[in-house]
């Protein structure tokens, strides 16, 4: 790892001495992004937890659409999050093209996957309460409104570091 590390950084500094790559905030193995991808786990971790707090969420394919996204979204956040602190404290910051591609395809599909089981959550528990509160107890809608404003601020973590990654991506 750590020959991959002095190899990664002389070809960085070569290419820093031609101007060709630039510091981007918030792109794969910088600080920003390690902030981006905790915001992302944390955000993940607890609507997965507001909506499994009940065992009833079973009952509706969104909410199991909900889950299922944000079980694959916590691992590669995780992952990430880890390699994102191992390139902060070490100070080798991977840019290769490859993996930047794949990191940028990763979180894109993941945040469509997490904007589309957001909306439908919340479509769903704002249908279970309009329909005379008989299908849901307030306290219930309540999580799932809580899970659904959760996973929306995941997917939001999720569409900017995808961003940060598309704009590195292009630069290299």
Same mark, same amino acid.
């Given at each position: 790892?750590?020959?991959?590390?002095?190899?990664?950084?002389?070809?960085?500094?070569?290419?820093?001495?031609?101007?060709?790559?630039?510091?981007?905030?918030?792109?794969?193995?910088?600080?920003?992004?390690?902030?981006?991808? $905790? /915001?992302?786990? &944390?955000? =993940?971790?607890? #609507? *997965?937890?507001?909506? @499994?707090?009940?065992?009833?969420?079973?009952?509706?394919?969104?909410?199991?659409?909900?889950?299922?996204?944000?079980?694959?979204?916590?691992?590669?956040?995780?992952?990430?999050?880890?390699?994102?602190?191992?390139?902060?404290?070490?100070?080798?910051?991977?840019?290769?093209?490859?993996?930047?591609?794949?990191?940028? $395809? /990763?979180?894109? &599909?993941? =945040?469509?996957? #997490? *904007?589309?089981?957001? @909306?439908?959550?919340?479509?769903?528990?704002?249908?279970?309460?309009?329909?005379?509160?008989?299908?849901?107890?307030?306290?219930?809608?309540?999580?799932?409104?809580?899970?659904?404003?959760?996973?929306?601020?995941?997917?939001?973590?999720?569409?900017?570091?995808?961003?940060?990654?598309?704009?590195?991506?292009?630069? $290299?």
């Amino acid at each position: 790892m750590l020959w991959v590390c002095l190899v990664l950084n002389y070809h960085d500094k070569d290419l820093q001495l031609h101007g060709r790559m630039e510091e981007l905030p918030g792109a794969f193995g910088t600080s920003a992004s390690f902030a981006l991808r $905790l /915001g992302q786990t &944390v955000f =993940s971790s607890a #609507s *997965l937890l507001f909506m @499994c707090l009940d065992v009833d969420f079973y009952g509706y394919t969104a909410f199991c659409f909900l889950v299922t996204v944000m079980g694959l979204v916590i691992p590669w956040s995780i992952t990430l999050l880890v390699v994102d602190a191992y390139s902060v404290f070490i100070k080798c910051i991977p840019h290769q093209g490859r993996l930047i591609l794949i990191i940028f $395809l /990763g979180d894109m &599909v993941l =945040s469509y996957l #997490s *904007l589309a089981a957001a @909306c439908s959550t919340a479509s769903v528990t704002d249908l279970l309460l309009d329909a005379d509160g008989s299908y849901c107890p307030p306290n219930l809608c309540g999580r799932y409104q809580l899970s659904a404003a959760m996973a929306f601020l995941s997917w939001f973590l999720s569409s900017a570091s995808c961003l940060f990654n598309f704009w590195l991506f292009s630069s $290299l």
